[in-house]
């Protein structure tokens, strides 16, 4: 069984009667996920693609009691309102794919989630995808083979190419987890490392990260207390960003000695972990770990003409 979504996780998506909604109804439903229902006050009993749309999610949960997985599509101003409702209302797995959420909305959102045992994925994340199972995310699911690598990402479009390159070498993957490039985020690196290590589905990690934040120092704190024996690969963008300047994600911004490639590379080298030195690099490494340990890593098919 993969991490956090499997074939079997019934799922709703939040706000499925706006624009990216009906887009990623239809796509979620293509890649045979089992989204179930929609929820958006005051277009109950609307469908979408076949799919009912509810007033609640406690609506949409008296009529599928086994939804507990959503994904939240609605404008920044309504994140914080849509995310508390659906947590309190049964959901312990909520996808955020919104960006520019306000930085204290997404802060009350992932402590009062910590409080009822829920996960939260994201601000400004594609989501999560186990290949071949199921995905809540918006990410094109063909570009993403099943096997047995797991990919843990910052950046929505460094996975897309990961995942794509991996897979057009024939290397599948277990899952891929978008946490999300903002200040304020549910689960990090760390979190989803832990998942990953427990996975028997999952023979290898990579790790893509870039400057600002501690998430990949965490990470590496959290490989040296596992005492993980799994390679992880990784790859820190930003590496000639000057110090103190914002670069593309909220998140990713240097100060303090803290959050650098330096000292990011630094933790992750004195953990174990291969740090490359392109995103390219991630394939060439693999495949030479897979050649050195006799096919380890299960090596498909090409998934991708």
């Known amino acids: ?11 709703m998506i939040i706000g499925i009667t706006g624009k990216q909604g009906r ?9 045979g996920a089992k989204l179930l229902a929609g929820v958006v006050p005051g277009k109950g ?9 509810f007033e609640t999610v406690a609506d949409a949960r008296k009529e599928f009691p086994g939804i507990k997985s959503a994904m939240l599509l609605v404008p920044p101003k309504f994140v914080k309102e849509a995310a508390m409702k659906a947590l309190h209302e049964g959901i312990k797995l909520l996808v955020i794919i919104t960006e520019f959420v306000p ?3 997404a802060l009350e959102v992932v402590n009062e989630a910590k409080t009822l045992g829920a996960r939260v994925i994201g601000p400004n994340t594609i989501g999560v995808i186990s290949p071949g199972e199921s995905k809540l995310g918006i ?7 099943k096997g047995h690598i797991g990919i843990i990402s910052r950046s929505g479009t460094l996975t897309h190419e990961t995942a ?18 903002d200040s304020i985020i549910g689960m990090n690196h760390a979190d989803v490392l832990e998942l990953f290590a427990e996975d028997e589905e999952t023979d290898a990690i990579v790790m893509i990260g870039e400057i600002g934040g501690t998430s990949e120092e965490m990470a590496a704190a959290k490989i040296k207390e596992l005492e993980l024996k799994k390679p992880v690969y990784a790859y820190i963008a930003g590496m000639y960003a000057p110090e103190n300047k914002r670069m593309g994600h909220a998140g990713a911004i240097v100060s303090g000695g803290m959050g650098t490639v330096k000292s990011k590379v630094t933790a992750l080298e004195n953990a174990g972990v291969t740090v490359c030195p392109t995103l390219g690099k991630i394939v060439e490494y693999i495949d030479e770990y897979n050649t050195r340990t006799g096919g380890r890593l299960k090596t498909l098919e090409p998934q991708i003409d």
């Open 1 to 11: 069984m993969s991490i956090l979504i499997n074939q079997d996780t019934e799922l």
């Open 23 to 31: 887009i990623h109804c239809k796509r979620t439903l293509e890649s």
């Open 45 to 53: 009993g609307e469908k979408v693609e076949g799919v009912p749309v």
């Open 103 to 105: 930085v204290l909305d």
């Open 139 to 145: 990410m094109p699911d063909y570009i993403y083979g």
């Open 164 to 181: 794509s390159n991996l897979t057009f070498k024939g290397f599948g993957l277990s899952a891929c987890v978008g946490i999300g490039g």
